[in-house]
């Protein structure tokens, strides 16, 4: 199951980076994430507040303490109580 979402092509990072840069209210990204690299680079690229994993987590193809131990390791913050 991981190889199907693996193909999602991720949130389109310039536009939410467009959006974080010029509005003053959290942005949330929405749809694409396939894998948990996508979260990370809309965290970080993409510069969003914070990304809906539906997906990821609905289909069982990640667990959020996966998911949390992914981006603890590349450098984002994230609370580890799951």
Known sequence: MREKFASIPGYELDLTAL???NVHIPVIASGGAGKPGHLADVLTKGKADAALIASMVHYRTYTI?????Y???QGIQTRMLW
Do not use: A
């Open 19 to 21: 959006i974080s840069e």
């Open 65 to 69: 303490r996966e998911i949390k131990t």
């Open 71 to 73: 981006l603890r390791g």
